[in-house]
T-cell receptor, first 109, second 114 residues
Framework: KQEVTQFPAALSVPEGENLVLNCSFT??????LQWFRQDPGKGLTSLSL?????REQTSGRLNASLDKSSGRSTLYIAASQPGDSATYLC????????FGAGTRLTVKP | EPEVTQTPSHQVTQMGQEVILRCVPI?????FYWYRQILGQKVEFLVS????????KSEIFDDQFSVERPDGSNFTLKIRSTKLEDSAMYFC????????????FGEGSRLTVL
């Protein structure tokens, strides 16, 4: 059974700092991995989709990487802003989609 | 920008009552999903739906639950005889392609069972 773990559970950084969020998964037989942002009481906003054959995906200040063989993904956020404050979820797609518990990010002005 | 819409945003019901949560997926998408998130817990997969039938379901999705696509636009989740532990945020998602497709989520329907 696929298990998805995210770390750290919470992160607080000053504005402007670069940061890395981590995701690990136990079963490498996946179709893709998706990173989401969730604001309190809101839905999930897709940030990045990496197919199993890809290593990296960049969108603006975000760079997501995938190492399928080691069961790891990272989400790198450059030049963080207070508006980036949210919970970031990692989800891996096999027969179903399994989510991590998320990293709660606070960016202080 | 196309989006997944869900109604109601919040529903309060008494234990034992039936609830129907509604979703309008993105119009050209063919794959539909329901997920739930109990407060403070992980998002959990419930069911996937394609070509008018269930393609995958989790152990959570027991006989209490059913899904339907009653017309060309709506996708519904019915919960019969609700229990206290059904209180959660329920998310609908859709995808244009199957296993490799990006999932787009709605804002969720918060269900409170009293």
């Amino acid at each position: 059974k696929q298990e998805v773990t995210q770390f750290p559970a919470a992160l607080s950084v000053p504005e402007g700092e670069n940061l890395v969020l981590n995701c690990s998964f136990t079963d490498s037989a996946i179709y893709n991995l998706q990173w989401f942002r969730q604001d309190p009481g809101k839905g999930l906003t897709s940030l990045s989709l990496i197919q199993s054959s890809q290593r990296e995906q960049t969108s603006g200040r975000l760079n997501a990487s995938l190492d399928k063989s080691s069961g790891r993904s990272t989400l790198y956020i450059a030049a963080s802003q207070p508006g980036d404050s949210a919970t970031y979820l990692c989800a891996v797609k096999g027969n179903d989609m399994r989510f991590g518990a998320g990293t709660r990010l606070t960016v202080k002005p | 920008e196309p989006e997944v819409t869900q109604t109601p945003s919040h529903q309060v019901t008494q234990m034992g009552q039936e609830v129907i949560l509604r979703c309008v997926p993105i119009s050209n998408h063919l794959y539909f999903y329901w997920y739930r998130q109990i407060l403070g817990q992980k998002v959990e997969f419930l069911v996937s739906f394609y070509n008018n039938e269930i393609s995958e379901k989790s152990e959570i999705f027991d006989d209490q639950f059913s899904v339907e696509r009653p017309d060309g636009s709506n996708f519904t989740l019915k919960i019969r005889s609700t229990k206290l532990e059904d209180s959660a945020m329920y998310f609908c998602a859709s995808s244009g392609t199957g296993r490799t497709g990006e999932l787009f989520f709605g804002e969720g329907s918060r269900l409170t069972v009293l």
